[in-house]
Protein backbone atom coordinates (compact mmCIF):
# COMPACT_ATOMS: atom_id res chain seq x y z
CA UNK A 1 0.00 0.00 0.00
CA UNK A 2 1.20 3.51 -0.50
CA UNK A 3 1.29 6.51 1.67
CA UNK A 4 -1.25 8.86 0.96
CA UNK A 5 0.11 11.34 3.83
CA UNK A 6 3.69 11.77 4.69
CA UNK A 7 4.36 14.30 7.74
CA UNK A 8 8.36 14.80 8.43
CA UNK A 9 9.37 16.94 11.26
CA UNK A 10 6.34 18.57 11.02
CA UNK A 11 5.95 21.82 13.39
CA UNK A 12 3.68 24.73 13.81
CA UNK A 13 3.95 27.48 16.24
CA UNK A 14 1.98 30.23 17.05
CA UNK A 15 4.21 32.80 18.02
CA UNK A 16 6.42 31.67 21.14
CA UNK A 17 4.10 28.28 21.48
CA UNK A 18 4.79 25.25 19.79
CA UNK A 19 1.42 23.43 19.34
CA UNK A 20 3.07 20.69 17.08
CA UNK A 21 6.37 19.63 18.15
CA UNK A 22 8.59 18.04 14.99
CA UNK A 23 6.29 14.67 14.41
CA UNK A 24 7.10 12.23 12.10
CA UNK A 25 4.13 9.81 10.79
CA UNK A 26 3.05 8.34 7.52
CA UNK A 27 -0.85 7.32 6.88
CA UNK A 28 -1.24 4.41 4.34
CA UNK A 29 -3.78 3.82 1.43
CA UNK A 30 -7.04 2.43 2.64
CA UNK A 31 -7.04 2.30 6.39
CA UNK A 32 -8.38 4.72 9.10
CA UNK A 33 -6.09 6.46 11.04
CA UNK A 34 -6.67 8.02 14.11
CA UNK A 35 -5.15 11.05 16.03
CA UNK A 36 -5.39 10.69 20.06
CA UNK A 37 -5.12 12.82 22.96
CA UNK A 38 -5.95 15.34 25.13
CA UNK A 39 -6.96 19.09 25.01
CA UNK A 40 -3.91 21.29 23.85
CA UNK A 41 -1.75 18.09 22.83
CA UNK A 42 -1.74 19.04 19.19
CA UNK A 43 -4.23 17.00 17.17
CA UNK A 44 -6.94 19.35 15.71
CA UNK A 45 -3.60 21.66 14.33
CA UNK A 46 -1.84 18.62 12.59
CA UNK A 47 -5.42 18.11 11.18
CA UNK A 48 -5.86 21.27 9.98
CA UNK A 49 -2.41 20.95 8.25
CA UNK A 50 -3.32 18.55 6.54
CA UNK A 51 -6.46 19.94 5.15
CA UNK A 52 -4.35 22.97 3.72
CA UNK A 53 -6.18 25.46 6.07
CA UNK A 54 -3.23 26.10 8.32
CA UNK A 55 0.06 26.55 6.98
CA UNK A 56 3.00 24.72 8.81
CA UNK A 57 5.83 26.10 10.27
CA UNK A 58 8.75 24.00 9.57
CA UNK A 59 9.36 20.48 8.31
CA UNK A 60 7.72 18.59 5.10
CA UNK A 61 3.86 17.43 4.79
CA UNK A 62 2.76 15.49 1.77
CA UNK A 63 -0.75 14.32 0.81
CA UNK A 64 -0.83 12.38 -2.21
CA UNK A 65 2.57 12.97 -3.14
CA UNK A 66 1.82 16.80 -2.96
CA UNK A 67 3.47 19.47 -1.33
CA UNK A 68 0.75 21.31 1.33
CA UNK A 69 2.77 24.40 0.80
CA UNK A 70 2.62 24.29 -3.01
CA UNK A 71 -0.43 22.34 -3.86
CA UNK A 72 -3.32 23.10 -1.37
CA UNK A 73 -6.03 23.56 -4.61
CA UNK A 74 -5.15 20.45 -5.76
CA UNK A 75 -5.08 18.85 -2.75
CA UNK A 76 -8.50 19.62 -1.90
CA UNK A 77 -9.75 18.43 -4.13
CA UNK A 78 -9.31 15.15 -3.15
CA UNK A 79 -10.39 15.48 0.37
CA UNK A 80 -14.05 15.54 2.32
CA UNK A 81 -14.23 17.07 5.83
CA UNK A 82 -16.25 16.65 8.74
CA UNK A 83 -15.88 18.96 11.29
CA UNK A 84 -16.14 19.07 15.01
CA UNK A 85 -19.43 21.46 15.01
CA UNK A 86 -22.34 21.74 12.74
CA UNK A 87 -22.36 24.00 9.77
CA UNK A 88 -24.52 22.84 7.66
CA UNK A 89 -27.03 25.58 5.97
CA UNK A 90 -29.95 26.22 8.53
CA UNK A 91 -31.72 27.87 5.72
CA UNK A 92 -31.65 24.93 3.23
CA UNK A 93 -33.12 21.65 3.38
CA UNK A 94 -30.84 18.44 3.77
CA UNK A 95 -31.24 17.66 -0.12
CA UNK A 96 -30.11 21.30 -0.68
CA UNK A 97 -27.34 21.35 1.61
CA UNK A 98 -26.18 18.57 -0.86
CA UNK A 99 -26.27 19.69 -3.82
CA UNK A 100 -25.78 23.62 -3.18
CA UNK A 101 -22.29 22.20 -1.58
CA UNK A 102 -21.61 19.88 -4.91
CA UNK A 103 -21.77 22.94 -7.16
CA UNK A 104 -18.58 24.19 -5.15
CA UNK A 105 -16.48 21.49 -6.76
CA UNK A 106 -18.12 22.14 -10.42
CA UNK A 107 -19.91 19.01 -10.13
CA UNK A 108 -23.10 19.02 -13.14
CA UNK A 109 -26.04 19.95 -11.84
CA UNK A 110 -27.55 16.34 -12.72
CA UNK A 111 -24.98 14.49 -11.32
CA UNK A 112 -24.76 16.36 -8.07
CA UNK A 113 -28.35 15.51 -7.91
CA UNK A 114 -27.78 12.07 -8.22
CA UNK A 115 -25.51 11.96 -5.87
CA UNK A 116 -27.03 13.56 -3.46
CA UNK A 117 -29.85 11.17 -3.73
CA UNK A 118 -27.63 8.78 -3.22
CA UNK A 119 -26.04 9.49 -0.15
CA UNK A 120 -29.37 10.57 1.19
CA UNK A 121 -30.08 6.52 0.77
CA UNK A 122 -26.69 5.78 2.13
CA UNK A 123 -26.83 7.47 5.57
CA UNK A 124 -30.32 6.65 5.84
CA UNK A 125 -31.66 9.77 5.17
CA UNK A 126 -34.16 9.56 2.26
CA UNK A 127 -37.38 10.43 4.54
CA UNK A 128 -35.59 13.43 5.70
CA UNK A 129 -34.64 15.22 2.20
CA UNK A 130 -37.23 17.94 2.15
CA UNK A 131 -36.91 18.68 5.49
CA UNK A 132 -35.19 21.89 6.87
CA UNK A 133 -31.58 21.46 9.22
CA UNK A 134 -32.90 22.79 11.90
CA UNK A 135 -35.98 20.28 12.44
CA UNK A 136 -32.87 17.40 12.07
CA UNK A 137 -31.93 15.56 15.58
CA UNK A 138 -28.47 15.55 16.45
CA UNK A 139 -27.50 11.78 15.21
CA UNK A 140 -29.16 13.03 11.47
CA UNK A 141 -27.28 16.52 11.50
CA UNK A 142 -24.01 14.52 11.90
CA UNK A 143 -24.83 11.78 9.25
CA UNK A 144 -25.88 14.76 6.91
CA UNK A 145 -22.50 16.15 7.53
CA UNK A 146 -20.90 13.28 6.35
CA UNK A 147 -23.06 12.84 3.69
CA UNK A 148 -21.73 16.04 2.21
CA UNK A 149 -18.46 15.31 2.85
CA UNK A 150 -18.71 12.52 0.18
CA UNK A 151 -20.62 14.57 -2.78
CA UNK A 152 -16.90 15.33 -4.35
CA UNK A 153 -16.29 11.29 -3.76
CA UNK A 154 -13.03 12.20 -1.82
CA UNK A 155 -9.87 9.85 -1.62
CA UNK A 156 -9.48 10.86 1.85
CA UNK A 157 -11.94 11.88 4.32
CA UNK A 158 -10.97 14.27 7.47
CA UNK A 159 -13.08 13.20 10.19
CA UNK A 160 -12.99 15.71 13.45
CA UNK A 161 -14.94 14.01 16.23
CA UNK A 162 -17.34 12.45 13.82
CA UNK A 163 -20.28 11.06 16.90
CA UNK A 164 -19.60 13.65 19.11
CA UNK A 165 -22.70 14.09 21.75
CA UNK A 166 -24.55 11.33 20.01
CA UNK A 167 -26.62 8.62 21.50
CA UNK A 168 -25.02 4.76 21.37
CA UNK A 169 -27.52 3.83 18.54
CA UNK A 170 -26.14 6.81 16.45
CA UNK A 171 -22.64 6.45 17.11
CA UNK A 172 -23.21 2.76 15.93
CA UNK A 173 -24.69 3.53 12.71
CA UNK A 174 -22.13 6.08 12.75
CA UNK A 175 -19.05 3.47 12.71
CA UNK A 176 -21.05 0.89 10.45
CA UNK A 177 -21.11 3.74 7.19
CA UNK A 178 -17.40 4.59 8.18
CA UNK A 179 -16.33 1.17 8.03
CA UNK A 180 -18.52 0.67 4.73
CA UNK A 181 -17.18 3.82 2.99
CA UNK A 182 -13.51 2.39 4.08
CA UNK A 183 -14.61 -0.96 2.07
CA UNK A 184 -14.82 0.85 -0.90
CA UNK A 185 -11.04 2.26 -0.72
CA UNK A 186 -11.23 5.25 0.79
CA UNK A 187 -8.23 6.48 3.08
CA UNK A 188 -9.69 8.01 6.43
CA UNK A 189 -7.87 10.45 9.20
CA UNK A 190 -10.01 11.11 12.23
CA UNK A 191 -9.86 12.53 15.87
CA UNK A 192 -11.88 11.28 18.76
CA UNK A 193 -12.52 11.58 22.64
CA UNK A 194 -13.88 8.34 22.57
CA UNK A 195 -11.57 5.90 23.07
CA UNK A 196 -13.91 3.03 22.19
CA UNK A 197 -14.73 4.80 18.91
CA UNK A 198 -10.70 4.59 17.85
CA UNK A 199 -10.25 0.93 18.83
CA UNK A 200 -13.08 -0.05 17.17
CA UNK A 201 -12.59 1.79 13.66
CA UNK A 202 -9.07 2.96 13.69
CA UNK A 203 -6.43 0.58 12.29
CA UNK A 204 -3.64 2.17 13.87
CA UNK A 205 -3.30 5.64 15.67
CA UNK A 206 -1.12 7.61 17.66
CA UNK A 207 -1.42 9.29 20.65
CA UNK A 208 0.04 13.11 21.55
CA UNK A 209 0.35 15.26 24.35
CA UNK A 210 2.33 18.62 24.00
CA UNK A 211 2.82 18.98 20.49
CA UNK A 212 4.78 15.60 20.33
CA UNK A 213 3.71 11.60 19.23
CA UNK A 214 4.10 9.71 22.67
CA UNK A 215 3.47 6.35 20.61
CA UNK A 216 2.13 4.92 17.38
CA UNK A 217 0.59 1.70 16.78
CA UNK A 218 -2.60 -0.37 16.04
CA UNK A 219 -4.72 -0.47 19.00
CA UNK A 220 -4.29 -3.92 19.94
CA UNK A 221 -1.02 -3.59 19.92
CA UNK A 222 -0.34 -0.30 22.55
CA UNK A 223 -2.53 -2.00 24.66
CA UNK A 224 -0.39 -5.30 24.90
CA UNK A 225 2.22 -3.17 25.04
CA UNK A 226 1.56 -0.23 27.45
CA UNK A 227 -1.44 -2.04 30.03
CA UNK A 228 -1.06 -6.12 29.56
CA UNK A 229 -3.66 -8.17 28.87
CA UNK A 230 -5.95 -7.53 31.79
CA UNK A 231 -6.11 -5.19 34.51
CA UNK A 232 -7.43 -6.19 38.35
CA UNK A 233 -8.53 -3.35 40.58
CA UNK A 234 -8.96 -3.04 44.16
CA UNK A 235 -9.50 -0.76 47.13
CA UNK A 236 -6.70 1.55 47.48
CA UNK A 237 -5.79 0.78 51.13
CA UNK A 238 -2.46 -0.36 52.98
CA UNK A 239 -3.91 -3.98 53.44
CA UNK A 240 -3.99 -3.95 49.80
CA UNK A 241 -0.52 -2.17 48.63
CA UNK A 242 1.40 -4.42 51.42
CA UNK A 243 -0.84 -7.92 49.96
CA UNK A 244 0.19 -6.78 46.54
CA UNK A 245 3.96 -5.75 47.30
CA UNK A 246 4.39 -9.53 49.03
CA UNK A 247 3.33 -11.11 45.44
CA UNK A 248 5.52 -8.96 43.55
CA UNK A 249 2.46 -7.32 42.16
CA UNK A 250 3.85 -3.88 40.06
CA UNK A 251 0.59 -1.58 40.20
CA UNK A 252 -0.55 2.30 40.40
CA UNK A 253 -2.68 4.12 43.04
CA UNK A 254 -5.49 5.60 41.15
CA UNK A 255 -7.61 7.95 43.78
CA UNK A 256 -9.46 5.33 46.03
CA UNK A 257 -8.63 2.08 43.99
CA UNK A 258 -5.19 0.31 43.31
CA UNK A 259 -4.81 -1.19 39.55
CA UNK A 260 -2.72 -4.27 38.88
CA UNK A 261 -1.67 -4.31 34.91
CA UNK A 262 -0.84 -8.31 34.68
CA UNK A 263 -1.20 -10.63 32.25
CA UNK A 264 -1.77 -13.07 35.08
CA UNK A 265 -5.26 -11.48 36.32
CA UNK A 266 -6.35 -14.97 37.94
CA UNK A 267 -3.31 -15.31 40.51
CA UNK A 268 -3.81 -11.70 41.07
CA UNK A 269 -7.30 -12.12 42.40
CA UNK A 270 -6.91 -15.08 44.31
CA UNK A 271 -4.17 -13.42 46.30
CA UNK A 272 -6.08 -10.56 47.59
CA UNK A 273 -9.00 -12.46 47.77
CA UNK A 274 -7.50 -15.52 49.64
CA UNK A 275 -4.40 -14.16 51.28
CA UNK A 276 -5.38 -10.60 51.88
CA UNK A 277 -8.92 -11.36 52.44
CA UNK A 278 -9.87 -8.68 50.06
CA UNK A 279 -13.84 -8.91 48.88
CA UNK A 280 -13.90 -6.24 46.94
CA UNK A 281 -11.61 -7.18 43.23
CA UNK A 282 -12.53 -6.07 40.09
CA UNK A 283 -10.51 -7.72 36.85
CA UNK A 284 -11.31 -6.79 33.48
CA UNK A 285 -9.61 -6.46 29.91
CA UNK A 286 -7.25 -3.89 29.32
CA UNK A 287 -8.52 -1.26 27.33
CA UNK A 288 -7.30 1.67 24.92
CA UNK A 289 -8.74 4.22 27.83
CA UNK A 290 -6.09 2.25 29.74
CA UNK A 291 -2.88 3.43 27.60
CA UNK A 292 -4.34 7.19 27.24
CA UNK A 293 -4.38 7.57 30.77
CA UNK A 294 -1.61 6.06 31.94
CA UNK A 295 0.56 8.27 29.05
CA UNK A 296 -1.16 11.32 29.25
CA UNK A 297 -2.15 11.77 32.97
CA UNK A 298 -5.61 11.93 34.73
CA UNK A 299 -5.52 15.67 35.40
CA UNK A 300 -8.35 16.96 33.38
CA UNK A 301 -7.42 19.91 31.29
CA UNK A 302 -9.42 22.61 29.26
Known sequence: MSDVIVA????????????????????????????????????????????????????????????????????KQHLGVVPQENNLDPDFTAYQNLTIYARYFGI?????????????????????????????????KRRLII??????????????EPTIGLDPQARHLIWEKLKEIQAQGNTQVMTTHYLDEAARLCDRLVIM??????????????????????????????????????????YDAVGDVVQVFTGRPHDVVRALMESCSHEKVLARPATLEDVFLKL????LRE
Not at 296 to 299: H, Q, S, V
Open 147 to 160: ARALVNDPELLILD
Open 296 to 299: TGRT
Open 209 to 250: DHGKILVEGSPGSLISEYAGTDIVEADSTPQVMACLDAIGAS
Open 8 to 75: ESLEKRFDDVVAVDRIDFAVREGEIFGFLGPNGAGKTTTMKMIQCVSPKTAGTLRVFGMDVSTRPRQI
Open 108 to 140: PRKTAEERAEELLDFMQLREKSDVLIDKLSGGM
